[in-house]
């Protein structure tokens, strides 16, 4: 089995398969940890290019020539893994990985062909069919997080601004496309922020220190939440002062009254680009947080992005709600500075939480 310090998934089931061992004292349990043993990381290395693991995880268990990844419950997980230790005791099994532990036996019999152990972690719901625990428990975390991130006034100011300037304009195709070339600009860049966050923190691996930084940055974003929601009763950005906000002001009623249709949607598209980029102050570290907590579950990769369009989407949900509204009602509209400051309230006590048990007990954010 190989192992990484401070994986929750990997402390589970090595306690499991140790009181296994008790029970069935025939087992050869190696454990393997590879983040601090280097020998212990050159052999998993090798153990995922021999075995054709294209997006390896850990624990990675090899049992015979069947291969776990992840692992969810004793009862599940478990015990696949207690059923074909069982028949393996009964009747010699092919061993998927003896040629690189014990590379003699290499030279007397061929590399048998692995087989990936299926994970059948779901219930029978009436009605609903098979649920996964998992897949319920971390949806719901990427909205309250994704909502509680799109709830800060440093990118709403502007969108506000700038549909009080398309309000005035008698092209409602324009006022539209102009007003959607801000949404999709917003929604691209603090997209690509996402993914460049969870490809670091996917290269890194799940090493204890960067998980122990994550943990910080949240402890530290839940306080500045609620110092923001004490102090900053007004609800305003305090990354960008009066003059600056003046300057995008102006450039934005520039580019709206912009003759050339394509200039215009360029032009409004790269502020959002610029705004955004701010804004990503104002995040407190919520999306550090969230990937780490995505890095955690160890997921294949189109469900990672999967994941960062969910919160991309529901972050986005404000601006739409907001730009939507005055587009049909042609009113302008908005939230109001107590819906932002409870939403600071709410964002700080969460962060708090998940900072704490990501230190503590992460363990708890991994939903199994």
């Not at 291969?67 to 599940?76: E, K, N, R």
């Not at 087989?115 to 779901?122: C, D, L, M």
């Not at 625990?133 to 800060?152: E, Q, W």
């Amino acid at each position: 089995m190989f192992w990484v310090s401070g994986c929750p998934h990997c402390q589970r089931e090595i306690k499991y398969l140790q009181r296994l061992q008790q029970e069935l004292p025939a087992t050869d349990l190696q454990l393997f940890e590879i983040t601090a043993d280097g020998d212990g990381r050159s052999l998993f290395l090798d153990v995922v290019r021999v075995l054709g693991i294209t997006e390896p995880s850990v624990p990675l268990t090899i049992i015979g020539n069947h291969v776990w990844m992840g692992y969810a419950a004793d009862m599940s997980t478990g015990q696949q893994m207690r059923d074909r230790i069982e028949a393996c005791l009964e009747t010699a099994c092919p061993d998927a990985v003896a040629g690189l532990i014990a590379p003699a036996a290499s030279e007397t019999s061929p590399l048998p062909e692995s087989v990936r152990a299926p994970v059948p972690e779901k219930m029978q719901i009436p009605l609903l069919g098979d649920i996964s625990p998992r897949d319920l428990s971390l949806p719901v975390l990427t909205i309250i997080l994704g909502a509680l991130d799109g709830f800060n006034p440093c990118a709403m100011w502007t969108l506000v601004f700038l549909i009080g300037l398309l309000l005035g304009m008698k092209d409602t195709m324009r006022m539209w496309m102009l007003g959607g070339a801000f949404i999709i600009g917003s929604a691209a860049v603090y997209f690509v922020f996402l993914a460049a966050w969870l490809n670091l923190l996917l290269f890194l691996g799940s090493l204890l220190i960067i998980r122990v930084i994550i943990g910080l940055v949240a402890l530290s974003g839940g306080f500045y939440y609620l110092r923001e929601y004490f102090l900053n009763k007004d609800a305003v950005c305090p990354v960008t002062a009066s003059e600056k906000r003046q300057r995008v002001f102006q450039r934005l009623k520039t580019l709206a009254q912009e003759r050339n249709f394509l200039l215009a949607l360029t032009g409004i598209m790269l502020l959002a680009f610029i705004v955004n980029l701010v804004e990503l102050v104002c995040s407190a570290g919520i999306p550090a947080v969230y990937t780490q907590i995505l890095v955690m579950h160890g997921l294949p990769t189109w469900q990672y992005y999967g994941y960062l369009l969910l919160y991309i989407l529901v972050f986005m949900a404000d601006d739409m709600l907001v730009f939507a509204s005055a587009m049909l009602t042609l009113q302008m509209t908005g939230l109001t500075k107590n819906y932002s400051r409870y939403s600071h309230l709410i964002g700080g006590v969460l962060l708090l939480i998940i900072g704490a048990l990501m230190l503590l007990r992460p363990d708890l954010l991994t939903f199994v």
